[in-house]
């Protein structure tokens, strides 16, 4: 089968996308024929030298780097299918695609769409699925209206910050609406907690939705909850999959747990602090509790009609036990600590199946959305 991965892009997950692409390569099947495209920083995309699939291969602590030869841009065909990719006029031969991309033009429904036009399978959910649930509020919303679980919150929009006497009132609001401090504040379409943090009083409110706003136009406001966190594996297709089908049914697997050593789960404890965390697989959680755990995921999962992969995430209150769903992540972190992996590996499916399963049901969601009529 001929796979490409392609990773890097424009977002501020670029050097965590390396990570995790470096690990997807490892995972591929020695029989298959790897492309790689490389995503700079400035949104151009480069095809890069085989040698370096070799170089990622041959070192299990090496990472991505990306080389941008002008000579090697790639060109994208509309509906060029398996030959969509084109370098130097020449189409590269492609059978499915693994974006290993994370946060914006990542998983938010932009690269997916295009995708979509060029009529080629790939490993995710779709481009409306990646879009909805990039919008943490909209996620949200959805989850609310299925009668699912969520932390209380309130969304402020750019508008709002322009506006003094809006602004002072929406705060005051937002204090009484949500019992006070502390409270969260995390950007809307912003990943790996880049722009969160906490604030313990009205002025480190202020100044977190500054740093807020410097990644997104909209930002959460979040009640503060003395919370566990739990996350959930999830795999399948949750709109067409047939009954007869393992590789597209949906599946949430063993409930992780994580116990940060921070203030809370943030960038330098995911990425840059190796002691930033204890990672707990299975979560410390009755049997009752994790088999909970597993159904609200794959019922947030089908809520927003996702498909592929997904990391659920989960805040369980420390003082009334209570569950609420906190975010969903489509295109989870594949870096050697990354949970995502590890809760699929503890419920025994290994890195090399996993990425197996992924890559088949792209092709298999492909085959079933090929049958369907789009003219007459």
């Not at 907690?193 to 500054?210: D, I, P, Q, V, Y």
Request: net charge negative; charged share 25%; glycine share 6%.
């Amino acid at each position: 089968m001929n796979i490409c991965l392609i990773y890097g892009g424009r977002s501020g997950e670029h050097e965590i996308s390396l990570i995790s692409a470096s690990s997807v390569a490892r995972g591929f099947s020695k029989k298959d024929n790897i492309t790689l495209i490389g995503i700079a920083k400035d949104g151009k995309w480069y095809l890069q030298d085989k040698s370096e699939y070799e170089r990622i291969c041959n070192d299990e602590k090496a990472t991505f780097t990306i080389t941008a030869d002008e000579s090697k841009l790639v060109n994208i065909i509309p509906g060029g299918k398996k030959n969509s990719f084109c370098v130097a006029g020449k189409a590269l031969d492609i059978d499915v695609v693994f974006p290993a991309l994370h946060g914006t033009y990542g998983e938010d429904g932009t690269i997916q769409g295009l995708f979509e036009m060029a009529d080629i399978p790939y490993v995710g959910c779709s481009h409306i699925s990646s879009a909805i649930t990039m919008d943490k509020e909209k996620t949200k919303m959805l989850w609310q209206s299925a009668g699912l679980p969520v932390v209380p919150y309130v969304c402020m929009k750019r508008c709002v910050m322009l506006d003094s006497v809006v602004y002072d009132a929406f705060i005051e609001e937002a204090e009484k609406e949500l019992g006070g401090y502390p409270l969260f504040v995390k950007p809307c379409s912003a990943g790996s907690s880049n722009g969160a943090s906490k604030a313990n009083s009205r002025k480190e409110l202020c100044f977190a939705l500054m740093e807020a706003f410097q990644w997104d136009d909209k930002v959460l406001i979040e009640k503060s909850i003395n919370a566990r966190e739990v996350e959930c594996s999830v795999t399948g297709n949750s709109v067409t999959y047939p009954a007869d089908s393992e590789t597209e049914e949906v599946i949430a697997y063993i409930p992780g747990e994580i116990a940060p050593s921070h203030t809370f789960y943030d960038f330098d404890a995911k990425y840059n602090d190796p002691n930033g965390a204890k990672l707990l697989i299975p979560a410390d959680l009755s049997e009752n509790d994790l088999e909970k755990i597993r159904k609200t995921a794959v019922a947030a999962y089908k809520v927003l009609d996702a498909t592929g992969l997904s990391r659920v995430d989960f805040f369980i209150d420390r003082d009334s036990k209570a569950v609420y769903l906190n975010e969903i992540n489509t295109m989870p972190g594949f870096t050697p600590i990354s949970m995502f992996p590890k809760m699929c590996h503890a419920a025994g499916l290994h890195f090399e199946e996993l990425i197996a399963l992924l890559i088949d049901e792209a092709i298999g969601r492909y085959n079933a959305k090929n049958s369907l009529s789009t003219s007459r």
